[in-house]
T-cell receptor, first 114, second 116 residues
Framework: AQSVSQHNHHVILSEAASLELGCNYS??????LFWYVQYPGQHLQLLLK??????LVKGIKGFEAEFIKSKFSFNLRKPSVQWSDTAEYFC????????????FGPGTSLSVIP | GAVVSQHPSRVICKSGTSVKIECRSL??????MFWYRQFPKQSLMLMAT?????????EQGVEKDKFLINHASLTLSTLTVTSAHPEDSSFYIC????????????FGPGTRLTVL
């Protein structure tokens, strides 16, 4: 069965600091990978996704993620965070053999201090 | 991106009653819709997957008789929580996927259910 783990439960950063959120998944086959963000009081939004091709994926709001197949990882990065990036971040995986079923990681809460 | 709506956004009901939550894809046809449950400060737990015109596929541990899912059209799926109890209080989120967009799911805003 697929599973997704995220390295940090809660991350606190100062504005302008660099961000890296870890995500690992367990599945041996071909996967699609996603990062979603949930701002306080709002619904989930897609930050970026990887289906195939360049393993370095650029998303909205200056976020990027790198798929490293050998490490089963899909870490999210941003060079300089802003207070408005305070949110819950979820990594998610879809195994191509399970059609549209997407499994979410436990989430990482990011707090950015002005 | 595509828009998914949920109704109601918030509902409070008495224990023992049933509550229906609607999920609609507003500008695309959703061949597949998903229902998730999110507890406070936790991740989304997939409850069931529904394809238009067929029975929903429930995840292990989810009672199909308690959480009735209907996906009668390509733009509407409903989740009915039957005989609700306080432990059913949660945030219920639906998402919709069209087979033409490479498995991307579009999420609704969620429904906060409180059972007294």
């Amino acid at each position: 069965a697929q599973s997704v783990s995220q390295h940090n439960h809660h991350v606190i950063l100062s504005e302008a600091a660099s961000l890296e959120l870890g995500c690992n998944y367990s599945y041996g086959g071909t996967v699609n990978l996603f990062w979603y963000v949930q701002y306080p009081g709002q619904h989930l939004q897609l930050l970026l996704k990887y289906f195939s091709g360049d393993p370095l994926v650029k998303g909205i709001k200056g976020f990027e993620a790198e798929f490293i197949k050998s490490k089963f990882s899909f870490n999210l990065r941003k060079p300089s965070v802003q207070w408005s990036d305070t949110a819950e971040y979820f990594c998610a995986v879809n195994a191509e053999t399970s059609y549209d079923k997407v499994i979410f990681g436990p989430g990482t809460s990011l707090s950015v201090i002005p | 991106g595509a828009v998914v709506s949920q109704h109601p956004s918030r509902v409070i009901c008495k224990s023992g009653t049933s509550v229906k939550i609607e999920c609609r894809s507003l500008d695309f046809q959703a061949t597949t819709m998903f229902w998730y449950r999110q507890f406070p400060k936790q991740s989304l737990m997939l409850m069931a997957t529904s394809n238009e015109g067929s029975k929903a596929t429930y995840e292990q541990g989810v009672e199909k008789d308690k959480f009735l899912i209907n996906h009668a059209s390509l733009t509407l799926s409903t989740l009915t929580v039957t005989s609700a109890h306080p432990e059913d209080s949660s945030f219920y989120i639906c998402s919709a996927s069209s087979s033409g967009v490479n498995n991307e799911q579009f999420f609704g805003p969620g429904t906060r259910l409180t059972v007294l």
